[in-house]
């Protein structure tokens, strides 16, 4: 009890649907708060009200514990918003460098760190874009 949980929506793919169509629609949605215990395998949710129409205690089958991430938590202080909501990324610092080999042609590649996003999300681009 007290615990996020992600419910498993896959059984009802073709009767409700939550964004998507298809096989892009998601398997699990939401973290959702566990009220209390039913019985020995259920737990009643607290349900938002777009999902009034389904009952709402489910067998543990049903639910994945939910692990609280800090990396997704964004501090709004990190990232500076202008009044029409839009940001400025660009680079901050070169990470490493190399050089891609297509047939015949050689492409040098650095690793750029962008401006309100982690180490974990820097790509590699082309030197000359990053020089320009």
């Known amino acids: ?8 929506v896959s059984p ?7 964004g998507r169509k298809g096989k892009l629609s998601p ?4 973290p959702y708060w566990i009220l209390k215990r039913v019985g020995r395998v259920t737990y009643q949710l607290e349900l938002p009200l777009d999902l009034d129409r389904i009952h709402d205690v489910f067998q543990v089958s049903m639910l994945r514990h939910y692990r609280s991430d800090p990396m997704h938590i964004v501090s709004v202080e990190e990232i500076e918003v202008r009044s029409d ?4 990324e660009g680079p901050v610092q070169m990470l490493d460098s190399e050089v891609n080999v297509v047939i015949r042609k050689s492409v040098p590649l650095v690793k750029v760190l962008w401006r309100n996003h982690g180490s974990k999300e820097a790509t590699w681009e082309r030197e000359e874009a990053m020089q320009q």
Do not use: C, P, S
């Not at 009802?12 to 939550?18: A, D, N, Q, S, T």
């Not at 909501?85 to 400025?88: A, I, V, W, Y």
């Open 1 to 8: 009890m007290g615990d996020y949980v992600f419910l498993n």
């Open 27 to 30: 398997m699990y949605i939401e």
């Open 85 to 88: 909501l839009t940001f400025e």
């Open 12 to 18: 009802w793919k073709k009767i409700l649907r939550f």
